[in-house]
């Protein structure tokens, strides 16, 4: 009888199941230029970065001819892609180029507009369906009626007038509107948006459009003084099209909008949408709230190791962010023993650490009061000797020890 070599067989079987579960999706960013007021090189590369910290994507880049090129020679291979992320305003595409693009969402392609990317190409009357909304160049009536949200619905306004419109830059509320869609399924229904533009009066065909989410544009801040929709899907063909207004970026490069919590968990999040109809990334540990923007330096969720490394720093005055998100997470997992220790020995190092303020470890003795175990007993003794945290380390014992 022939041997069979059963071992070899189940390396290579689990070998073809690890690459199944780790397959990653094709996105593509078109970019290369801009006009005066946006950063394409500053904006296209952050969002990459974004993007492939999901871990869901490969993403390339397509680069077109500066202004004035020959626009011909820009042919993106649109159909290999799972999904296309445009971060172009420029130089019309070619007839062919702009064929090919409608044919692949036409068939089922997906695609991400973002922020200035909505200016461009104004006499496409196939991209400006799929965008649904767009401003500035010479967009008026003709376009399509302004959108906007009151009492709790879309308005369509075809009155006349420009499209295209921002106030100053500043941080704004944003007002979920479609809850259980894919997209916006677990994050926050108000959410605090750091210093960013807020586009209003856009206009377009206004077809097939689902708007998730809105912020008032403030009169104070030379805003319209309406809800103006800042997220909304399209439906094109067999295509889906997630459209988010936010992340201006100019030559300044100053990417504080790229690194709002809000945008870049949209981002992610409406990109796996448009590439596949799902979302599959779980809801962030660290969400932003109605009052303060939460700003993420490295583009993705902070570590537990990052956020104590932060909260050391704290004095009182400052912003709690680090610490409330701290307790945040004890939150989360109080039901998580293993998480629950795991957290318990970092605040037993912040409380052992030197270079920690006396305000971060009152503000932790506090909180390991009610989660924590004997394993805090030693420290909480050291601390209850030094006069700047000896009220709340005695009183951390205390309940403690009475449990």
Known sequence: MKKIHIYPLLLVLTLILASCGTKKYDALIVTGQSNNSHNWKASHTTVKQII??????????????EQGGDMSTFSPNFKSYDVVIVDYDGDSWSDETKANFESYVKNGGGVVVFHGANNSFPEWKEFNKMTALGGWKGRTEKDGPYVYWSNDKIIKDTKPGKGGS????????????QAEHPIMQGLPLKSMHTTDELYGKLRGPAENMTVLATAYSNPKTNGTGKHEPVLFTIDYGKGRI????????DKSEDMIAYKSAYFIYTMQRGTEWAATGKVTQVVPEDLPNLSTPLVLPAYKQFT???????????????????LNLISQRIKNHSSNAEYMANIEGKMIQLLSADDCTADAKNYICREISWMGSDKALAVLK??????ETSEMAKYAIDRLTQK
Do not use: C, M, W
């Not at 492939?52 to 001819?65: G, Q």
């Open 382 to 387: 050291t601390l209850s000797s030094q006069e």
């Open 304 to 322: 537990l190791e990052g956020l104590f490394k932060n909260a050391r720093k704290y004095k009182v005055g400052q912003s709690k962010k680090y």
């Open 242 to 249: 997630f459209h988010n207004v936010l992340g201006h970026v």
């Open 52 to 65: 492939e910290n999901t871990d869901l994507f490969t993403v390339d880049v397509a680069i077109s001819p």
């Open 166 to 177: 921002h106030g100053k830059k500043n941080a704004f509320v944003i007002d979920t509107r």
